[in-house]
């Protein structure tokens, strides 16, 4: 994955999902739960790539920031909870899905 669009029709695949603009700014596009209006997958634009943001389980925190160059700690976001996944194609796509699908079920 290295395209913002993938990752919102991804997520969007979800139940009871839909796409918000909270800040009024179109660089940041987020997926939120219905029912708890939580965002799981943030995303946005930064140094010349796109970015997603996703909550994640803080025993894995550490294992996915290890595994993969491309996985920091949650830009603008709380760093033990949540990481950054920087869309620069290092990320095998069943990976990044994987992150994207447990965000989700943490948030549900």
Known sequence: ??????????????????????FHDPNW???????????????????????????????WRDFWRAAYASVLPGYHQNKTHWNSIILDGSIPDDVVKRMIAESYDLLV
């Open 1 to 22: 994955m290295k395209e913002r669009k993938e990752v919102l029709n991804y997520a969007l695949t979800f139940p009871d999902t839909y796409l918000d603009t909270p």
């Open 29 to 59: 596009v987020l997926v939120r739960i219905r029912k708890n209006k939580r965002a799981f997958a943030w995303t946005y634009e930064r140094e010349g790539k796109i970015w997603v943001n996703v909550k994640v389980d803080p025993e």
